[in-house]
């Protein structure tokens, strides 16, 4: 069986971002209107954020900076239409817990297996998975995001996040609390590091959702 969902062993990988964040975007409502089946909400709640996601994403459109960028709007704005809906009704606290589960959990597992399939096919596990990160830097995040390469050698590649656009979209909607679901996705492919196996670690000590200046995204290796 193909773990490698995404493609990442490839010497030519380059994110599909369009059908990344569709399915993210999908799986996101899904859980949450199965985790919430039971929460007696309205039966036109789901497809009610649906409906504002559309029209939130369209007012928002001069955010889209570059095409990468209009595809991490959806993702973020579907955390705030659904935060918006569910906050009145069932708090706080509760609400970003359901938001968490539904936006880290349904492709946690494909996340983990392609990034561990990646890892363990490879000749050199962290110049593979460095080059993933620069692909992505590029592809999948782009203008929105603000990266200060502070080491790039061949035993280091310490990427510092000095802008997050996630989380300008959501301080522009008074919901920067959701900033660390976004941060919380990364634990998926970062869980599949074996640094015993793989040769190398990788170290966030924060984020910008977390507090932080800036996120530090450091990878070394453990043996040369």
Same mark, same amino acid.
């Given at each position: 069986?193909?773990?490698?969902?995404?493609?990442?062993?490839?010497?030519?990988?380059?994110?599909?971002?369009?059908?990344?964040?569709?399915?993210?975007?999908?799986?996101?409502?899904?859980?949450?209107?199965?985790?919430?089946?039971?929460?007696?909400?309205?039966?036109?709640?789901?497809?009610?954020? &649906?409906?504002?996601? !559309?029209?939130? *994403?369209?007012?928002?459109?001069? =955010?889209? $900076? @570059?095409?990468?960028?209009? /595809?991490? +709007?959806?993702?973020?704005?579907?955390?705030?239409?659904?935060?918006?809906?569910?906050?009145?009704?069932?708090?706080?606290?509760?609400?970003?817990?359901?938001?968490?589960?539904?936006?880290?959990?349904?492709?946690?597992?494909?996340?983990?297996?392609?990034?561990?399939?990646?890892?363990?096919?490879?000749?050199?596990?962290?110049?593979?998975?460095?080059?993933?990160?620069?692909? &992505?830097?590029?592809? !999948?995040?782009? *203008?929105?995001?603000?990266?200060? =390469?502070? $080491? @790039?050698?061949?035993?280091? /590649?310490? +990427?510092?996040?000095?802008?997050?656009?996630?989380?300008?979209?959501?301080?522009?909607?008074?919901?920067?609390?959701?900033?660390?679901?976004?941060?919380?996705?990364?634990?998926?492919?970062?869980?599949?590091?074996?640094?015993?196996?793989?040769?190398?670690?990788?170290?966030?000590?924060?984020?910008?959702?977390?507090?932080?200046?800036?996120?530090?995204?450091?990878?070394?290796?453990?043996?040369?």
């Amino acid at each position: 069986m193909n773990t490698d969902r995404f493609g990442l062993a490839g010497d030519d990988y380059v994110p599909d971002v369009a059908g990344d964040s569709t399915a993210i975007v999908e799986a996101f409502f899904d859980h949450l209107a199965g985790s919430l089946r039971d929460a007696d909400l309205p039966d036109d709640l789901f497809s009610g954020m &649906r409906a504002s996601l !559309a029209a939130l *994403a369209a007012a928002d459109a001069e =955010r889209c $900076v @570059d095409e990468p960028a209009r /595809y991490n +709007l959806e993702m973020t704005l579907a955390l705030v239409v659904a935060y918006r809906a569910l906050r009145p009704r069932l708090g706080r606290e509760v609400t970003i817990a359901a938001l968490r589960a539904a936006f880290v959990e349904p492709l946690g597992e494909a996340v983990r297996a392609g990034t561990r399939a990646m890892l363990d096919a490879a000749a050199d596990p962290f110049a593979a998975l460095v080059a993933v990160s620069k692909t &992505r830097e590029k592809y !999948a995040f782009g *203008a929105g995001f603000g990266f200060a =390469r502070t $080491v @790039d050698s061949a035993d280091s /590649y310490h +990427l510092d996040i000095v802008r997050c656009f996630y989380h300008e979209v959501l301080v522009a909607h008074s919901a920067a609390e959701l900033t660390p679901v976004m941060c919380e996705f990364d634990a998926n492919w970062i869980g599949a590091i074996d640094p015993a196996k793989h040769g190398f670690r990788f170290d966030r000590a924060t984020t910008i959702g977390l507090g932080g200046t800036h996120c530090p995204f450091h990878w070394d290796r453990t043996e040369s």
